[in-house]
């Protein structure tokens, strides 16, 4: 069995990093499929999807990591094309990845003790995310 689910969720950009992992167990607990797989993909090119062990500092050098890899406010061809300042954002959402895939068993997460899913929006204004989940199993 197949089922498809969405989450909606307001971002503010700036490499904004958001917790989805209680979201997402919600929609896998409810789905009616016992053991599988979910596919979380977020729709659009300038955020990302990965898994981390979500604490301040940790966020904080996550953060940090992708001023040093795509910093803002050098030249983008992106930027010189459409004029709206996100190349950086485009490049580091292009390296994090568009999606992720959790194994679950008994509609319980495969995740580790310190281990949850986030959403990275790398975006240089507040965004409306739509995260969509293929839930796959029996």
């Given amino acids: 069995m197949i089922?498809?689910?969405?989450?909606?969720?307001?971002?503010?950009?700036?490499?904004?990093i958001v917790d989805i992992t209680g979201q997402i167990a919600e929609k896998v607990a409810v789905s009616g499929i016992q053991n599988g797989i979910v596919n979380i993909f977020i729709s659009g090119s300038t955020a990302g999807?990965?898994?981390?062990?979500?604490?301040?500092?940790?966020?904080?050098?996550?953060q940090?990591?992708?001023?040093?890899?795509?910093?803002?406010?050098?030249r983008y061809l992106h930027d010189d094309r459409w004029g709206d300042g996100n190349?950086?954002?485009?490049?580091?959402?292009?390296?994090?990845?568009?999606?992720?895939?959790?194994?679950?068993s008994s509609k319980r997460l495969a995740l580790g003790t310190w281990q949850q899913i986030i959403l990275v929006d790398f975006d240089n204004r507040p965004r409306q995310r739509t995260i969509i989940l293929q839930i796959m199993g029996e």
Avoid: C, M
């Avoid at 190349?87 to 679950?104: C, E, K, Q, W």
């Fill in 3 to 16: 089922k498809t689910e969405k989450l909606n969720i307001q971002t503010s950009g700036n490499t904004e």
């Fill in 49 to 62: 999807i990965t898994t981390i062990e979500y604490e301040p500092g940790l966020i904080d050098d996550f």
């Fill in 87 to 104: 190349g950086y954002a485009h490049i580091r959402a292009s390296l994090l990845g568009a999606s992720l895939t959790v194994p679950f």
């Fill in 64 to 74: 940090a990591l992708w001023n040093r890899i795509a910093p803002t406010g050098i």
